[in-house]
């Protein structure tokens, strides 16, 4: 698959941005853990309001503890993450001492630190398929995860495997999808 079939960017950017999608088909093979915590190193220096670097991250690698995840993950997500090297929850921190209380930015910092390893892992040539489907107050219970913080997203990491062995109705999906110009979400001077 030639990715710039189906996605042109219309100024110069990095390739990264153009060649990372979210596939659902991976293959049976098993990202070390020296690759995954180069994904961890690069999330670690995402921006962060007031240094508050407020993002968690549970993975599982070993099946016993992707079964814990498959628990909460919805079926229709299931069917095909189900065959990912590894699961993780994206987690942010709710507090921060530095703002007093509730930090406004946990989700948004979060989700940087998210991109940023989303980009590395497209550098080093695995896929990621970010997932909002699953059961957040189960995932939370089976995590261990305390009060004060918010799972942002279920995200499927591993190798890219052939569509056609995913599910019938998934190997349609099964392209980059393009996006938005974006003169349809940035504004000059007021919201339009």
């Not at 989700?111 to 970010?130: N, P, S």
């Not at 052939?162 to 999808?177: G, V, W």
Request: proline letters at 5%; charged letters at 25%; hydrophobic letters at 40%.
């Amino acid at each position: 698959m030639n990715i710039n079939d189906y996605r042109k960017p219309t100024y110069d950017i990095d390739p990264i941005y153009i060649k990372r999608w979210s596939p659902r088909a991976f293959q049976d093979k098993q990202v070390s853990d020296e690759v995954l915590y180069s994904l961890f190193e690069a999330a670690r220096w995402a921006p962060s309001a007031g240094n508050v670097q407020p993002w968690r991250f549970v993975f599982a690698k070993k099946d016993a503890d992707k079964e814990k995840f498959l628990s909460f993950i919805y079926e229709s997500n299931t069917v095909w993450c189900k065959h990912a090297s590894v699961l993780m929850a994206v987690i942010s921190k709710e507090e921060a001492e530095l703002f007093g209380g509730k930090n406004p930015t946990h989700a948004f910092d979060t989700g940087t630190a998210w991109g940023f390893f989303a980009l590395e892992a497209a550098r080093k040539g695995l896929i990621t398929h970010g997932m909002g489907g699953f059961d957040r107050e189960k995932a939370k219970e089976v995590l261990n995860i305390p009060a004060g913080y918010t799972v942002n997203a279920v995200v499927a990491i591993g190798y890219q495997g052939e569509k056609d062995t995913l599910p019938e109705q998934f190997q349609a999906r099964e392209i980059p999808s393009p996006r938005n110009e974006f003169d349809t979400f940035v504004f000059e001077g007021l919201f339009k």
